[in-house]
């Protein structure tokens, strides 16, 4: 996704930074670092401390892949924006046989992850693992404020999802450069725990390059996509 969009998005958003930028900065008090360490008390959503406040987009990360870990679908949305947009990767897309759409929203995302982690699902276990890549900074348009800018993270995802077989046991694989671009959350009743502004993801973009719907690896394992692997639970 380009720079150019990005920046669009930032433009639309304008008018409610506006709006809540009092808000926050009645609780803020001060200069505050958006990559300084969590000083609260570990809580994402409130429900145990295996979860941070995302009081920087590498909390927001953490939030994402325990998520993902623990198969909670609440707690992974809590790390979207209302407005979050997955991009499928563009072999996804031209894949003449069975072609993803280019992009879903968040309520696609809360119907995939409640089909994926739930108590129906065939999913016995997920892992997901992310490795930096390069960080790109987009300002937005008030120079002296933090609030209107977009942090955008390049990680290579390694996401396994294990499926039970009556003598075995399959395992979905993507691995590929998958880039999240991340903004602050505007919502007044999503803070830290002195007031601090929190992050989000507003786009997640998946960078996977091979063509085609799945390559077959070993025999117990595909070798797909994050977009393909989210698809197959979507009803």
């Known amino acids: 996704m380009g720079v150019d969009f990005i920046m669009a998005r930032i433009q ?29 008390d570990g809580n994402g959503g409130g429900e145990s401390e295996t979860y941070r406040y995302r009081l920087t987009p590498e909390d927001v990360l953490h939030n994402l892949t325990t998520a993902y870990e623990y198969m909670n679908a609440e707690e992974y949305l809590l790390c979207l924006a209302e407005e979050f947009m997955f991009l499928t990767a563009e072999a996804d897309q031209n894949d003449p046989n069975e072609p993803l759409p280019p992009d879903w929203g968040k ?44 942090w ?54 998946d960078l996977e390059e091979r063509a085609g719907a799945v390559h077959r690896g070993d025999p117990d394992t595909e070798i797909t996509s994050v977009g393909r692997i989210k698809s197959r639970y979507l009803e």
């Open 12 to 40: 639309k958003r304008s008018l409610a930074l506006l709006t809540v930028l009092a808000v926050l900065l009645v609780g803020l008090g001060g200069c505050w670092n958006p990559f300084a360490p969590d000083e609260g």
């Open 107 to 150: 309520q696609v995302e809360r119907e995939i992850h409640e089909n994926m982690f739930g108590d129906e699902s065939d999913v016995d276990r997920i892992t997901l693992d992310l490795t930096d890549g390069p960080i790109e900074f987009v300002p937005g348009p008030f120079p002296d404020e933090t609030y209107d800018d977009v």
């Open 152 to 205: 955008m993270y390049t990680e290579e995802v390694d996401l396994r999802v294990f499926i039970p077989l009556p003598d075995d046991e399959l395992m979905y694989l993507a691995t590929a450069d998958n880039m999240f671009t991340f903004q602050i959350d505007l919502d007044p009743g999503q803070v830290g725990p002195n007031g601090e502004p929190l992050w989000e993801i507003i786009e997640w973009e």
